[in-house]
């Protein structure tokens, strides 16, 4: 077994404290692991990537060889397409859509989404409305982790142990956050693919997931809501048109 | 795997303090800051001497004394950081050391975050002492141990050379049973120490009599390993072995030489050369071993190949492809090509750093001057040469501000301005401002004082406040020419007529700047 992946983000984002998740939890499951990041001059505001690898026979090349890449998992979704060349043809690319906009010539957003969403093997979260709902809008990373877990090799509970440990020095509210953002990411990224193998255009799936309070996420309601589409498609633009949040646990589109 | 995951630069500090170091001595410097961060961090200030230095010439000689005084020293620091040290360290291996003395460079090919890619190994082999170079962290970690051994054996200092992708790369360490330090036990011999002509050739001469043995170790180091196979051979050194076995299959028929404890293994080196028709040597860095190899004249039985024939590109850091490439294999297949080429997302200044209302004025106020050109020099407020600020105008050695603003005086260039740090100025821009003022020079000195070493994480200032304005006075500036400024967007119109009034002075003049990194008072 071996994984390779890209973490990607824009600095500040904490795409260290991604790897040092997944690091911990590749460590404690008995695997060897090679982790490459930027420091120095990339810091501020800079794009910020990490090659992070584990496998269960030795680890050569710090760096992921192009054509490589099981994974890409982004804070950010143009940080997503900065790396996606080095993605094999079967590798899936985790990302947050809420863009970071520092640079005067940042793309539209939509057509960022859109080139996203044209990838079959994509897993799309909207980490600001999670993390917000979580406690605290930092904790996007935690959630972009959350979504990528499935993809992962490791438990929940094998993560969310390491989370809580990153956090520790913190205090518990702060710990408290963090994991919350996790499986609120979790949840969202499994009901979002849910919804895209059931036959929903993956933009739609995303703002279906956006329209749920991340709370009541639950990615097994997915097939009550597919049923719910497909019996009225036309009802769905209906429910994603009202203003607000409804709860995922009724499947239900508005009459 | 169990351990504890590390960066090749955490390695190496963990490795010191276990092979019983006594001090620590460094510069920050990308990409070598975190092994002395770490040693900082993880042992009592009174188990470890562990202080930031001026520079690195000042952490070489300080690291000098404590190995002259019996005990074990580590001097880090990023490859230009030793051609600032150069002079105590070539002079150190005619001196020689007592306690081992181990100095730990971090290159950086590629240019991350540098000004050059030079290839520390090439000191090494100019001072004529022994060069490790690990292949991982593990290696990292247990080099240190056999790098102070090495050193306490020779007499001489070691370098231990590492790249940017291992100094910032994590893998898991397994640890040994630490060793204790060593008792204060100060040399003897005056003379070794003392370099007068008489003495220093002597020491000289000692020096290239001790080369055999430095040879024969590297011979039976088990860190240079042949393995033999089929006609077609590789060379690696240091972490270009990984980038080569990372592209080969379990089973494959390539002879291949690991070089990782220089000097140059000769006899290994012709027993891989003998058994070849081509080579492809592979080195992050300069091509030191491939031009050695070649020679003048190149070889008439074996193709020599890498960065000097056009197999591996003759500048930038190596990586997986570039290796796949020269070995002749295909590239993999890719998920997607992205179509549109993305946009750049390049490092900026803070948003409410005080550097962007420090050359916000400093343009203002020189914009009544036709295509005015500043001096700068090393640290975040480098990044005032691009869009928007775009308001300095050269960045080359650390404290080069002041003297090329001084030349340029010299020549009848006006306005010569320089623009330098509050802890570069401290590391490299004392001298030239002492020097500028006994020559009664006219020229504006701006020193960008925010209390920390910003770009390398915010570590200590040596020279901020209170010392650096005494520091200014001291070395003659006029009281009345030395002027404070808050740069803050409300105190705008009046840094502006600050600034315009001391280029208008004829003669040295210095304004401070002086107002706290946002993100150092974050970490307060």
């Avoid at chain 1, 799936?205 to 809501?225: H, M, Y």
């Amino acid at each position: 077994m071996e994984k390779n992946i890209i973490l990607a983000g824009v600095g500040g984002q904490g795409i260290l404290s991604v790897a040092y998740v997944i690091d911990n939890a590749a460590l404690d499951a008995g695997l060897q692991l090679k982790q490459a990041e930027v420091h120095g001059m990339a810091q501020r505001g800079g794009a910020v990537q990490s090659h992070l690898r584990y496998a269960d026979h030795e680890i050569h090349s710090d760096l992921v060889p192009t054509g490589r890449a099981d994974l890409i998992i982004s804070v950010e979704p143009l940080e997503a397409l900065r790396y996606w060349h080095l993605l094999a043809p079967t590798g899936w690319v985790v990302a947050s859509i809420t863009p970071y906009v520092n640079i005067p010539d940042y793309p539209p957003p939509d057509r960022v989404l859109e080139e996203l969403a044209s990838f079959g093997q994509v897993v799309l979260v909207d980490t600001a409305q999670l993390a917000r709902a979580a406690g605290n809008l930092r904790a996007q990373n935690m959630a972009v982790v959350g979504a990528a877990s499935p993809l992962l090799d490791f438990s929940q509970e094998q993560l969310l142990k390491v989370v809580r440990q990153l956090f520790a020095a913190k205090g518990s509210k702060v710990v408290d956050v963090n994991c919350r953002a996790f499986t609120y990411g979790r949840s969202a990224g499994l009901l979002f693919r849910r919804l895209v193998d059931g036959g929903l255009h993956p933009q739609q799936a995303l703002r279906l997931c956006q329209k749920f309070a991340p709370e009541t996420v639950d990615p097994d309601r997915a097939e009550g809501w597919l049923d719910a589409v497909r019996a009225r498609p036309e009802a769905l633009e209906r429910l994603l048109a009202t203003e607000g949040v409804v709860s995922c646990d009724q499947p239900a589109l508005p009459a | 795997m169990t351990g504890e995951v590390l960066l090749g630069d955490e390695a190496i500090g963990l490795g010191a303090v276990h092979a019983g170091v006594s001090g620590v001595y460094a510069y920050p410097g990308t990409p070598s800051t975190e092994i002395f961060e770490f040693v900082e961090r993880r042992t009592p200030r009174d188990q470890v001497h562990a202080f930031w230095s001026t520079n690195e010439k000042v952490a070489y000689e300080e690291a000098l004394g404590m190995s002259w005084a019996g005990k074990r020293a580590l001097v880090c620091m990023k490859h230009v950081g030793l051609n600032v040290a150069a002079d105590a360290f070539v002079n150190s291996a005619v001196t020689g050391s007592n306690g081992g003395l181990v100095l730990t460079v971090a290159d950086d090919p590629g240019m991350h975050s540098s000004q050059n890619e030079q290839d520390s190994r090439h000191y090494a082999q100019f001072a004529l002492i022994p060069c490790l170079e690990p292949h991982d962290q593990q290696e990292c970690y247990d080099m240190m141990f056999e790098a102070f051994d090495l050193s306490e054996r020779l007499r001489l200092p070691v370098m231990v050379r590492l790249v940017t992708r291992l100094a910032h790369s994590r893998a898991a360490v397994r640890t040994r049973e630490p060793r204790p330090q060593n008792l204060l036990r100060p040399a003897e011999v005056a003379r070794h120490w003392t370099l007068l002509p008489s003495n220093a050739r002597a020491q000289y001469r000692h020096l290239t009599e001790k080369q055999p043995e430095l040879l024969s170790l590297a011979e039976e180091s088990t860190h240079n390993l042949l393995e033999l196979r089929g006609r077609s051979g590789a060379i690696t050194c240091g972490i270009a072995e990984n980038y080569l076995r990372e592209n080969l299959p379990r089973e494959h028929d390539l002879s291949i030489l690991s070089i990782r404890h220089y000097p140059l293994p000769v006899g290994k080196i012709r027993r891989l050369l003998d058994h070849v028709d081509e080579v492809l040597v592979l080195e992050d860095g300069s091509p030191l071993v491939e031009s050695t190899v070649r020679g003048l004249f190149g070889l008439a039985a074996v193709r020599v190949k890498g960065r000097l024939s056009g197999e591996v590109p003759r500048t930038g850091e190596l990586d997986p492809d570039i290796v796949r490439q020269a070995l002749g294999l295909p590239p993999l297949p890719l998920a997607h090509q992205p179509e549109t080429t993305l946009a750049n997302r390049p490092p900026a200044l803070c948003k409410g750093c005080p550097h962007v209302d420090t050359f916000r004025a400093l343009n203002e106020a020189l914009s009544a001057f036709d295509n005015p050109r500043v001096f700068s020099d090393i640290g975040c407020y480098t990044l005032a040469a691009l869009p928007p600020l775009e308001a300095i105008h050269s960045c080359v050695a650390m404290g080069a501000s002041i003297g090329m603003a001084a030349g340029a005086a010299h020549s009848g260039y006006s306005p010569a301005v320089a623009a330098i740090g509050d802890s570069t100025f401290a590391h490299g821009g004392i001298t030239p401002l002492l020097s500028a003022v006994q020559q009664n020079v006219s020229l504006t000195l701006l020193v960008l004082d925010n209390d920390t070493v910003g770009m390398t994480g915010t570590q200590r200032s040596m020279s901020t406040g209170d010392t650096l304005d005494a520091i200014i006075l001291g070395a003659g500036v006029a009281k009345e020419h030395l002027r404070l400024i808050e740069p803050v967007p409300a105190k705008h119109e009046r840094n502006v007529a600050v600034i315009r009034e001391e280029l208008a002075h004829n003669g040295p003049s210095v304004i401070v700047a002086r107002r706290s990194c946002l993100e150092a008072l974050k970490r307060k």
